[in-house]
């Protein structure tokens, strides 16, 4: 059975209550079954609630707007950009599922689409021999050149001849591929904060970028997630994966609130460039069914 989104929840809540009490209660109820966390929907409904008693708002559009005005406020976007002649690094993180050495390809066919050289893929999730095989097989056909050692190979070394390899050729970007193996998290944290101090000294000033990647349609595991990656090394921007889906969640609204990281991209679909710039109005718009 296909989960009903959040917008045909809210369709149906206007159209069965009064703005009362209890369509403020099952408001909550649907923003957290919407991927809100609770803690951010009871916040959200609070406010909410205030304003429309103190400006008497009764009308469905008008509360929709408040509504959209409030969840706009949390959802932060940002937009990087790698430097020529510089050496850029890109480390991707991510549990393992969610798209991540897709997303690498991804990013990779979008800055080479926009004419940026130099670009490498460093196959540093080490530790699943498939996800080397798979880096290599998205860097031939999309004419990317990855870096690999042999499985079980130290990862912060595969970025460190990334990058050197990117240096020695006058700058470009390097897009790091990394393991995601939450359930054996303390191993797992070890190894990102090595590769994270390789990239932190091999990359130009400022060009270090650390990119969560999610999948929208996992809700509150997907902020658990984003607790545990940047906590390890800071997370500077999100890339939310099957963001096609019909179910479409409120994950950014809780990661903004909550940890205050915006969104860089969204992928749409299976092809390379299913890519696009993260739009927060548009995002909130399509949550609401606007």
């Known amino acids: 059975m296909a989960k009903v989104s959040f917008a045909e929840k809210l369709k149906s809540l206007f159209s069965r209550s009064k703005v009362n009490e209890d369509f403020f209660e099952d408001l909550t109820d649907a923003l957290i079954e919407g991927d809100i966390g609770a803690k951010t929907a009871v916040e959200i409904v609070d406010i909410l609630e205030k304003q429309c008693k103190q400006e008497k708002i009764t009308d469905e559009a008008m509360i929709l707007d408040s509504l959209k005005t409030l969840l706009l406020s949390y959802v932060k976007k ?47 999730d080490t530790f699943r021999a498939a996800a080397i095989e798979q880096l290599c ?107 096609d889906s019909t179910a479409k969640g409120g994950i950014a609204v809780s990661i903004g609130k909550e940890l205050g990281i915006p969104v860089l991209y969204v992928c749409t679909g299976e092809t390379y460039s299913d890519i696009k710039a993260f739009d927060p109005e548009l995002y909130i718009n399509e949550f609401l069914g606007l």
């Open 137 to 243: 097989y998205h860097g031939e056909k999309c004419g990317v050149r990855v870096v690999n050692h042999q499985d079980g190979a130290d990862p912060s070394s595969v970025v460190f001849d990334a990058a050197e390899s990117v240096k020695a050729h006058g700058g470009g970007l390097v897009i790091a591929d990394t393991a995601g193996r939450l359930h054996n998290k303390e191993n797992l944290v070890n190894e990102l904060k090595k590769i994270d101090r390789i990239c932190s000294q091999k990359s130009d000033e400022g060009l270090y970028k650390k990119l969560l990647v999610i999948d929208s349609t996992t809700g509150q595991n997907a902020l658990r997630q984003a607790e545990v990656f940047h906590e390890a090394v800071g997370v500077d921007a999100i890339i939310m994966t099957k963001y």
């Open 78 to 124: 940002v937009e990087f950009e790698p430097v020529a002649g510089k050496v850029n690094i890109w480390m991707m993180l991510g549990v393992n599922g969610v798209g991540k050495t897709t997303s690498c390809a991804k990013v990779a066919v979008m800055q080479k689409n926009k004419g940026f050289e130099n670009i490498v893929m460093s196959a540093s």
